[in-house]
């Protein structure tokens, strides 16, 4: 890089187009990139989805909502919702166990699931703790923003 030049936005439309470009010249898989906080992690020719990388930067807007129950049958329970469009997975890949059923118990930090998005595959923390007495959404179910996908018994 020379003096006075910026480095490149990894997240620059053109800048990922080159880089798939090179992924397909090169018949790799996967490519992780990270710049600052910021991670990406691109995948191409999967069958089954792989989710063993850390999610994809969150935007405020990606963050699950999580609210208390407004149904009678719920009281005391919070809702762990949808916090994007896409398609709801229970486990890491087809061979592993759930991430969460019911009876466990969750941190604010423990991922619940993963919502793939736009072939982006986004681990999705409780962000609240306590048990899970739900699982309001079945594996490979898709989901829309705000559907309530499980139900916890806060702590």
Known sequence: MTKGQQPKDIFDVKRIREI??????HDLSAVDLQQGEEKIKLNRGSVSPVYS?????ATPAAAPAVTS????GDAGTV?????????????????????VKV???VSEDTIV????AMKVFNEIPAECSGKVVE???KDQEAIDFGK???????N
């Open 113 to 116: 699931c993963i919502v793939e």
């Open 53 to 57: 990388a850390p999610p994809v930067a």
């Open 20 to 25: 798939i470009e090179l992924m397909e010249e």
């Open 148 to 154: 309530p996908m499980f139900r916890i018994e806060p």
């Open 69 to 72: 129950s407004d149904n009678a």
């Open 135 to 137: 699982v309001l959404v």
């Open 79 to 99: 809702a762990i919702k949808a916090p994007m469009v896409g398609t709801f997975y229970a486990r890491a890949n087809p061979e592993s166990d759930p991430f």
């Open 103 to 105: 009876g466990d118990v």
